[in-house]
């Protein structure tokens, strides 16, 4: 049987809150925020910048409260500021695709859940 990448979940339009060129890469996350879309530490996430257009894949770590901090080369393709969407994806089988409804969380500038 085949099988479709679908959506998982998103965080959508969450602003940046450093971007950290000294490290050794990934984004950090307020768990607050990953748990809700139903990510997970480790997952890898794409990222799409709504400011510039940027786009880039990376991997969840732990942040703290608000958080969302582009860290080592992914660093320089967003600024403190930009508004950036979260996004991740699982394989679902076309029968379990068929009713599947992602978790899609919306946050304001604060990265706080609405």
Do not use: F
Not at 54 to 73: D, F, H, M, P, Q
């Amino acid at each position: 049987m085949a099988t479709l990448e679908m959506l998982r979940g998103k965080i959508h339009r969450a602003t940046v809150t450093d971007a950290n060129l000294n490290y050794e890469g990934s984004i950090s996350i307020d768990p607050k925020l990953y748990e809700a879309a139903g990510l997970k530490l480790n997952q890898k996430v794409d990222i799409v910048n709504v400011t510039n257009g940027e786009r880039l894949s990376t991997y969840i770590i732990k942040g703290g409260l608000g958080e969302v901090c582009l860290n080592g080369a992914a660093a320089r393709k967003a600024e403190i500021g930009d508004k950036v969407i979260i996004i991740g994806y699982h394989r679902l089988s076309e029968e379990e695709a068929e009713n599947y409804l992602p978790n899609i969380v919306m946050v304001n500038e604060n990265n706080v859940q609405l």
